[in-house]
């Protein structure tokens, strides 16, 4: 089992930024990606941005330019910094933790980009 607690959602206005962290316990070991998701009201989730155990990085459009995934490997952390914040990044987003054989979720944090 793996445990996923994320932090650092919030309310920000238009343009400002912010981080999202994801603190993953249990069996890391068997962790393979870490990534985080959004969703929306009425609307499907959405990956925004994921990071392999090697290293490889992966983004969605929207995120691309503003959004940086990184991690602390010692602190089995995940981080997720949100900068030029747009009300349409408006979401919970999610951490997710993948291993071979199953996917876990943290419990979400709500961010909302508004004037």
């Known amino acids: 089992q793996v445990q996923l607690v994320e932090s650092g959602g919030g309310l920000v206005q238009p343009g400002g930024s912010l981080r999202l962290s994801c603190a993953a316990s249990?069996?890391?070991?068997?962790?393979?990606?870490m990534g985080w998701y959004r969703q929306a009201p009425g609307k499907q989730r959405e990956l925004v941005a994921s990071?392999?155990?090697?290293?490889?990085?992966n983004y969605s459009n929207s995120a691309k330019g503003r959004f940086t995934i990184s991690r602390d490997n010692a602190k089995n952390t995940v981080y997720l910094q949100m900068n030029s914040l747009k009300p349409e990044d408006t979401a919970v987003y999610y951490c997710?933790?993948?291993?071979?054989?199953?996917?876990?979720w943290g419990q979400g944090t709500q961010v909302t980009v508004s004037s």
């Open positions: 997710n933790a993948a291993s071979a054989i199953r996917s876990y």
């Open positions: 249990g069996s890391i070991f068997s962790i393979n990606a």
């Open positions: 990071i392999t155990s090697d290293g490889r990085i």
